[in-house]
């Protein structure tokens, strides 16, 4: 495709549990995943090569996640000098939420519009984690980032995407208008569901 598009998701070293705060910039990161429109590569960055990931978001890529405005951007600021806010997001969370009026699970909108369920949750990221098990960590992270991109590609192709209702788990439909532009494009783009 070529476009200057992020797909990101992270992990994080502790719970709000174990910080005993709400604050997501006292969490840490493990890893953060991304899927990169530009090369059409998954890449993963440990808390060390986070300056890698920086340098990559100096070109301002769309950002698409789910929760990253109140929770994976939040996580990051501590790490890096440029200014998050400044980069364009698409937080598919956020989007559901104006929406619907109320949250949604990553888990409730992949199984509903792709026929499948996440690997695992955020818990045992943080166990693979304190076991030195970069190799799980990572490929949980990066199966994440691969829903979530899926969710992004589905909704632009078929302009609408599913989640599961709260009381009896029935799928119900989201129209969406989301679009994969030109890279020159992409980040004066609208993104917005109706």
Same mark, same amino acid.
């Given at each position: 495709?070529?476009?200057?598009?992020?797909?990101?998701?992270?992990?994080?070293?502790?719970?709000?549990?174990?910080?005993?705060?709400?604050?997501?910039?006292?969490?840490?990161?493990?890893?953060?995943?991304?899927?990169? %429109?530009?090369?059409?590569? %998954?890449?993963?960055?440990?808390?060390?090569?986070?300056?890698?990931?920086?340098?990559?978001?100096?070109?301002?890529?769309?950002?698409?996640?789910?929760?990253?405005?109140?929770?994976?951007?939040?996580?990051?600021?501590?790490?890096?000098?440029?200014?998050?806010?400044?980069?364009?997001?698409?937080?598919?969370?956020?989007?559901?939420?104006?929406?619907?009026?109320?949250?949604?699970?990553?888990?409730?909108?992949?199984?509903?519009?792709?026929?499948?369920?996440?690997?695992?949750?955020?818990?045992?990221?943080?166990? %693979?984690?304190?076991?030195?098990?970069?190799?799980?960590?990572?490929? %949980?992270?990066?199966?994440?980032?691969?829903?979530?991109?899926?969710?992004?590609?589905?909704?632009?192709?078929?302009?609408?995407?599913?989640?599961?209702?709260?009381?009896?788990?029935?799928?119900?439909?989201?129209?969406?208008?989301?679009?994969?532009?030109?890279?020159?494009?992409?980040?004066?783009?609208?993104?917005?569901?109706?």
């Amino acid at each position: 495709m070529g476009q200057n598009i992020l797909v990101l998701d992270l992990e994080t070293k502790r719970t709000f549990d174990d910080t005993g705060s709400r604050s997501p910039e006292s969490l840490g990161v493990t890893v953060v995943g991304v899927f990169d %429109y530009l090369d059409m590569q %998954y890449k993963v960055f440990r808390e060390e090569d986070l300056g890698r990931l920086e340098e990559r978001l100096t070109s301002k890529p769309l950002l698409v996640g789910f929760n990253i405005e109140r929770f994976d951007l939040p996580v990051l600021r501590p790490y890096f000098k440029i200014r998050l806010s400044d980069i364009p997001v698409l937080d598919i969370l956020s989007e559901v939420t104006k929406a619907l009026g109320h949250r949604v699970s990553l888990n409730s909108v992949a199984k509903a519009t792709l026929g499948e369920t996440k690997s695992g949750n955020g818990l045992d990221a943080i166990k %693979y984690y304190e076991a030195g098990e970069w190799d799980k960590l990572e490929k %949980y992270c990066l199966d994440d980032v691969r829903i979530t991109k899926e969710i992004f590609e589905y909704g632009a192709r078929h302009k609408e995407i599913f989640y599961l209702t709260k009381f009896d788990q029935a799928k119900a439909r989201l129209p969406v208008q989301w679009e994969i532009e030109a890279p020159s494009l992409v980040n004066e783009t609208q993104f917005k569901l109706f």
